[in-house]
DNA sequence: AATTGGTATCTTGCATCACAAGGTATCGTG
DNA sequence: CACGATACCTTGTGATGCAAGATACCAATT
């Protein structure tokens, strides 16, 4: 285990989660948010900083949609080097989710 | 799934394999530190921080006890309230696993 | 036509906190 | 006595999740 902690929460689950969802079919924010919002309780102002930063990195592409029930959505598309990085993080989180398993024992 | 996730991750782990540690019998801050270091990277420099949080926070109390191999150590003890947030910090981490691992869903 | 509510984008300020790097002190061994 | 290992701790930095709010579009009610 030689990569920091930080790497593997912060950036790791969050990041982990969005890109698995977008391995499932391109997607919007306010909807990823959503359902991270429901599933891990994650809020809606983390979203956009995040996608941004998957953007820059090169894990995404965008285009934009008319929706017909608001403004236009920014659809996010997952790219080769995403798909990538999806593969690398889930393998660090079953590493790590066995590690705190390993911890936690036989007081679970 | 009503917390934040912030609770969940970063509060979270770190405090829960400690107090699961200490919850198999006493110990000081730099072995548990080594423990944690080899099985999910946690640097030293974090541990010091965090034990005083939670000393504050009542989860467990100190006492300190000669070595004979190098400064006296600052044993830490689980207390009834670190037991007990133990517990609910096993139970809230297992959920996220499970939301984490449907989220992943078949891309795992 | 004006207001409300849901959709959807994004920004700002704040607080938390893991980490790296460094500092101090004790002990045994060469 | 110097060195490395043990063991404690502090400081500064950077990352980032969050709450709150700003903006804007659309449909449906008032």
């Not at 285990?1 to 391109?26: R, Y």
């Not at 991270?36 to 979203?47: F, H, L, R």
């Not at 999806?86 to 889930?90: E, V």
């Not at 989180?93 to 007081?107: P, Y």
């Given at each position: ?34 359902r ?12 956009y ?8 990195d090169?894990l ?8 017909g ?15 990538t990085a ?5 393998s660090d ?15 679970t």
């Open positions: 285990m030689a990569e920091s902690l930080q790497i593997q929460l912060k950036k790791g689950v969050l990041e982990m989660c969005v890109l698995a969802l977008l391995s499932k079919g391109d997607n919007y924010a306010y909807d990823i948010a959503s991270m919002a429901e599933a891990v309780g994650m809020g809606e102002g983390t979203i900083p995040l996608m941004r930063r998957m953007q820059n090169g995404v592409t965008t285009y934009l949609q008319e929706s029930s608001g403004p236009p959505r920014k659809y996010y598309k997952l790219t080769k080097a995403g798909a999806l593969k690398a993080q889930i989180w079953v590493a790590f989710e066995i590690a705190v398993r390993k911890i936690l024992g036989e007081v």
